[in-house]
């Protein structure tokens, strides 16, 4: 075993039901009334929890709570729950504590995260829903839950066009949350690209001789197939490719010659990419850890360049 400073684990929230005392108000609050359309609270404590942390949609006389927005005011805000009330949760939805969980790190940073039309929009602590625009747009998964690469860059797409982020919180089995930025770009570099006759940083040089790789010679010798079309797309940009494999992916892709800086990204290609969160876990930390940025590059009509990392609220 190495030796050395050790230190301590984290310690994983367990997120219990029950108000804790500290900073417990001198009159308790009522629990959430069930209305057709969400959890009712009623003034004046709504309008602390609406004006201060935007949480609830106001109506007459107070306002209302999703039922993630219920949870989160529990664990953080003093508001009972009745009887049996997470277990009835747990009979309609049997992910309610997943999703609860990933709204409650989503908020928790201080940032304001509000349920609306189906979707959790996010704003900045600085900032308010009635004041100002979203920044992002944040989903959550399980990490089993099969993704669709396609799917995830045309709602990164729209959401951009819309002036927001698109963020994803993704829960494991032990109730931990792992967030990610999506963006799409436009990767450029510096190199002259290679010509069919004229290739210099192609290859490598071994034995005072230089061997080019299948993917170098297919594209030379013209060969028709998504990778040598994607080779050609990146050659144009100037950028330089070589082999991913010691990191997990196809290409380690530079934008100046090897020499003068490593490579900013790694790449995938669509058809390569993982098919659940766990594989995409595995890519974007191994990426991170050696400071590049993790690309899918998918094809539709043009190629789109869908660049996923780590995220953490409030930073």
């Not at 404590?45 to 109506?59: E, T």
């Not at 709602?155 to 993704?170: F, K, N, P, Y």
């Not at 494991?172 to 436009?186: A, G, H």
Request: net charge negative.
């Amino acid at each position: 075993m190495a030796g050395g400073r050790r230190s301590k684990p984290r310690v994983r929230p367990t997120r219990p039901i029950g108000l804790s005392e500290e900073g417990s108000p001198t009159r308790l609050n009522e629990p959430p009334v069930a209305r057709e359309d969400g959890w009712f609270i009623p003034a004046p404590v709504s309008n602390r929890l609406y004006q201060k942390s935007a949480l609830g949609r106001p109506i007459d006389g107070g306002i209302i709570l999703t039922d993630v927005e219920v949870m989160f005011c529990h664990w953080h805000r003093h508001i009972p729950l009745a009887k049996g009330w997470v277990d009835s949760r747990l009979e309609e939805d049997p992910d309610f504590a997943h999703k609860a969980v990933a709204f409650d790190v989503v908020r928790n940073a201080g940032e304001k995260v509000v349920p609306k039309d189906g979707r959790w929009l996010r704003w900045s602590r600085e900032s308010h829903p009635s004041k100002a625009k979203a920044e992002a747009v944040i989903r959550w998964a399980r990490t089993k839950e099969n993704l669709d690469m396609v799917e995830l860059m045309n709602w990164t797409r729209e959401l951009s066009d819309e002036g927001m982020l698109a963020e994803l919180a993704i829960v494991d089995d032990e109730m931990d949350v792992t967030m990610y930025r999506l963006s799409l770009i436009d990767p450029r570099g510096t190199i002259t690209p290679a010509t069919v006759d004229d290739h210099p940083m192609l290859g490598v040089e071994h034995l005072s001789r230089k061997f080019l790789r299948e993917d170098e010679l297919d594209w030379i010798n013209g060969a028709e197939n998504k990778v040598t079309d994607l080779f050609g797309e990146l050659n144009s940009r100037g950028l330089l490719m070589r082999p991913g494999f010691k990191y997990g992916c196809r290409w380690r892709v530079y934008s100046t010659p090897v020499d003068v800086d490593h490579a900013p990204w790694l790449m995938q290609i669509e058809e390569d990419s993982p098919s659940n969160w766990e594989g995409v876990s595995l890519s974007v930390r191994l990426a991170e850890g050696v400071n590049k940025g993790w690309v899918v590059a998918l094809k539709r009509d043009d190629w789109n360049f869908l660049l996923l990392r780590r995220h953490l609220p409030g930073r």
